[in-house]
């Protein structure tokens, strides 16, 4: 994500990552080797974009000099290999309780979250509420999801991107925290009928009622 921004902003987010409690512009300045004002125009910019934000104010002697710190949605900016943390947590536990308790583990997870979820939004009362509901939380989460229903037909998610694709790739059982939280927080019936760690375009989950 870091190669979106320009070369001053990259290295601007650079200096604050090492200096974790916060640069003042003067500072920053000084690093970059430009002008006060050019750096004030690249912390707006970034301010703006909710990748900076003002830190504490530090004494001075005199008028306090005010830090600029990144956000965390700044630091996310920068590489971490979540997925290799991941892929070994999946074998590890593959290795110890095998496959099938893999797959227990896993849907484990995902009633534990939707019932996380459940708990926040006990307001939704019908199976579409929820269906949409669950829809923004994917989004938000980067799945890039749309929520429809045709003629009539059952409530159906359709997600551009999957958040777990590399680690599904390597382990399908993955899909079934994915199903595991659907289904229980629409408390429905979902049919997976199309995965893209299956060769597929989407992942589209159509939502039934129970015994449908």
């Not at 996380?116 to 980067?142: A, D, F, I, P, Y």
Request: charged letters at 25%.
């Amino acid at each position: 994500m870091l190669e979106l921004l320009g070369n001053r902003q990259q290295e601007l987010l650079k200096l604050l990552l090492k200096h974790k409690g916060g640069l003042t512009l003067e500072e920053l300045s000084e690093y970059l080797k430009i002008t006060r004002n050019a750096v004030r125009q690249h912390i707006a910019a970034l301010e703006n974009s909710g990748i900076v934000t003002q830190g504490v104010s530090r004494p001075s002697g005199g008028r306090p000099e005010q830090l600029y710190v990144l956000t965390d949605e700044g630091k996310e900016f920068f590489p971490r290999n979540y997925s290799w943390f991941a892929q070994l947590m999946v074998e590890s536990i593959a290795q110890e309780s095998g496959v099938e308790g893999l797959r227990e583990k896993l849907n484990s997870m995902g009633v534990r979250v939707a019932q996380q979820l459940l708990n926040q939004n006990s307001m939704l009362e019908t199976r579409e509420q929820k269906v949409e509901k669950l829809s923004e939380v994917m989004e938000e989460l980067g799945y890039n999801t749309r929520s429809f229903s045709i003629n009539g037909d059952a409530t159906t998610i359709e997600a551009d991107n999957c958040i777990f694709h590399n680690l599904a790739m390597k382990n399908p059982e993955i899909c079934q925290f994915d199903l595991a939280l659907l289904s229980t927080f629409t408390d429905s019936t979902v049919n997976h009928e199309e995965c893209m760690a299956k060769s597929g375009n989407v992942c589209r989950f159509k939502f039934k009622a129970k015994g449908e």
